[in-house]
C-alpha cells in the first residue's frame, strides 16, 4: 500500500550517501534485500574497491531478444545543512506531502520506482518477455569514471546484451514530463596566467592579472554571444554552450589580508563549461589555445573534467521504436512527455551512448520546481507514487516488446 511505498522510499532517503564519503555498502544492502523480496537475480560488482555497483535482474521469457536497462545513481550531492528547513537526511513529509531529502529529485526517487513498479507488475502477474536489468551506480556526480565509465568497458556488461537504456532526467514545472535524447559535453577548465611581480602603483603590460582578465573578457563575449541564442527562443537550454565563471584566486595573502600595493605573479580562474553535441568543440579548443589560454601571453590550462567521447545522440522520433513504446506508454498512464531534449547538464547516458546503446534521460516528476543539487530539494509523495505507475506502463511495453530489432546499429 502507498504508506508502505513511502516509507521504503524515506529509509533509502536516510542512508547518507552524501559524496565525498558515500556510504554505499549501506545503500547497496538495502536495495539487495528489496531486490530479494522481488526474486530479482542480484550481482554486486566492485571496479573499484570500496564502490560496489548493484547489478539486478528480472529474467524475461525470451532470452535471444536484446534486453533494456534501468539505471539510476545512488550517491548524492553534498549539502548545506543549516540552509534547510528540515534535515537533507530524515525524509520528512511536510502537511503538503512534500518529502525534503537530499536525492528525492536525483535520484534516489527514480531508482526506488523502478524497483516498486516491477512490485506492482508482479502482483498484477505480468512476466517479462526481454529481461530487464537494474543498475544502482556509485560516483555519478563525481564524473561517473570509477561507476559507468568502466562498467561499460567491462566484459560483463558486454554479455549482458543490453539495447536500450533509461537513465535520470530533469524535474519539469509543467504537467508534461521532460525526456532527454542527448546531453551536453562537461568541460571543467582552469586558466592560469603568470606573469611578473611589481608596484601596486605601477603601469606595466603582461602582469598576471591583466592577462588573465583580457582572457575573461573574450570568453564573456563569447558567453555572451550564446546566451543571446538562448535569449532570442525557439531553442532550449541544452542547445547552446554555457560558459560560467565558478571560481577566481589571485592576490598575495598576508596575516591581515590581502596585499593591496603587489601585483601579484599568478592567477587563475575556473570555468564551468557545457558544449552541446552539434557544436564544433575542436574549433573552441583551438580558440580556448589561440585566445582564452595562449602561451605566448605566459597563460596555460587544465580540464579537471573533460568528456572527450563521441557526443552521441539517441533518435527520438518514429525511427526508433523504443521513443514510441516510451511515449505511447506515458500517455497510457495518463499523462505527456515535452518535445525532446538535451540535457543541459552530464549524466552517465554519456557513456552508455558512447559504448553504442540507445539512452534516455526521464525522471517521471512534473509540476514541480527543478531542486536538484538546491537547497531543500523534496518530492511531493503523490508525484512520487504516480511515476510508479508511469514507470509500471513503461516497463511493460519495454518488457512486451519482441521485435529483434531495435538496436542503435539497426537504427
Ligand atoms: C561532470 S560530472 C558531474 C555530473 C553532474 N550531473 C548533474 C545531473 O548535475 C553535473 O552535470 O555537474
Ligand atoms: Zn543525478
Ligand atoms: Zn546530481
Known amino acids: ?7 521504503r522510499f ?11 564519503k558515500p556510504d554505499y555498502y549501506r545503500a547497496v544492502d538495502f536495495i539487495k534485500s528489496q531486490a530479494k523480496s522481488l526474486s530479482l537475480e542480484s550481482q ?7 564502490k560496489p555497483l548493484l547489478l539486478l535482474k528480472w529474467v524475461g521469457s525470451d532470452p535471444t531478444l536484446p534486453a533494456f536497462l534501468l539505471n539510476s545513481h545512488t550517491d548524492v550531492v553534498p549539502f548545506e545543512e543549516s540552509k534547510w528547513t528540515h534535515h537533507p537526511l530524515h525524509a520528512h513529509i511536510d502537511h503538503h506531502g512534500n518529502i525534503y531529502a537530499r536525492g528525492s529529485q536525483d535520484m534516489k526517487c527514480v531508482g526506488m520506482q523502478y524497483l516498486e513498479a516491477i512490485r506492482k507488475l508482479q502482483a ?3 512476466k517479462p518477455i526481454r529481461s530487464v536489468y ?3 551506480v556509485p560516483d555519478e556526480e563525481i564524473g561517473g569514471h570509477d561507476g559507468v565509465e568502466k562498467f561499460v568497458e567491462s566484459q560483463l556488461f558486454k554479455s549482458l546484451n543490453i539495447a536500450v537504456v533509461l537513465d535520470e532526467g530533469l524535474t519539469s514545472p509543467t504537467e508534461s514530463y521532460r525526456v532527454f535524447y542527448g546531453e551536453r559535453s562537461p568541460w571543467w577548465l582552469v586558466i592560469k596566467a603568470k606573469g611578473p611581480p611589481g608596484h601596486g602603483a605601477k603601469l606595466y603590460d603582461n602582469s598576471a592579472m591583466e592577462n588573465l582578465l583580457k582572457s575573461i573578457e573574450s570568453i564573456r563575449r563569447f558567453r555572451a554571444s550564446q546566451f543571446d541564442l538562448l535569449k532570442a527562443g525557439g531553442i532550449g537550454e541544452g542547445d547552446v554552450v554555457s560558459v560560467n565563471i565558478n571560481f577566481l584566486k589571485a592576490g598575495t595573502p598576508s596575516p591581515t589580508g590581502f596585499v593591496m600595493n603587489l601585483q601579484p605573479s599568478e592567477a587563475e580562474a575556473g570555468f564551468d563549461i557545457r558544449i552541446p553535441p552539434n557544436f564544433d568543440s575542436e574549433a573552441l579548443e583551438r580558440r580556448l589555445v589561440e585566445e582564452w589560454a ?10 579537471k573534467q573533460k568528456f572527450s567521447g563521441k557526443q552521441i545522440v539517441t533518435a527520438a522520433d518514429d525511427s526508433n521504436p523504443w521513443w514510441s513504446l516510451l511515449e505511447n506508454a506515458v500517455k497510457e498512464a495518463g499523462s505527456r512527455t515535452s518535445k525532446p531534449e ?18 534516455f534521460g526521464f525522471s517521471p516528476i512534473s509540476k514541480t520546481p527543478g531542486l536538484l543539487h538546491d537547497h531543500n530539494e523534496y518530492l511531493g509523495k503523490d508525484e512520487y507514487l504516480k511515476g510508479i505507475d508511469v514507470y509500471v506502463s513503461i516497463i511493460k511495453a519495454y518488457a512486451s516488446y519482441e521485435s529483434k530489432s531495435g538496436s542503435r546499429d539497426e537504427l
Open 1 to 7: 500500500d502507498d504508506d508502505a511505498i513511502v516509507s
Open 10 to 20: 524515506q529509509e533509502y532517503l536516510r542512508i547518507d550517501t552524501v559524496q565525498p
Open 44 to 50: 554486486t560488482i566492485e571496479l573499484v574497491e570500496g
Open 124 to 126: 498484477s502477474g505480468f
Open 134 to 136: 537494474l543498475s544502482f
Open 294 to 303: 595562449p602561451a605566448a601571453r605566459n597563460m596555460s590550462f587544465e580540464f
Open 342 to 359: 538535451i540535457f543541459p547538464a552530464s549524466t552517465d547516458a554519456r557513456y552508455f551512448r558512447e559504448a553504442g546503446l540507445l539512452a
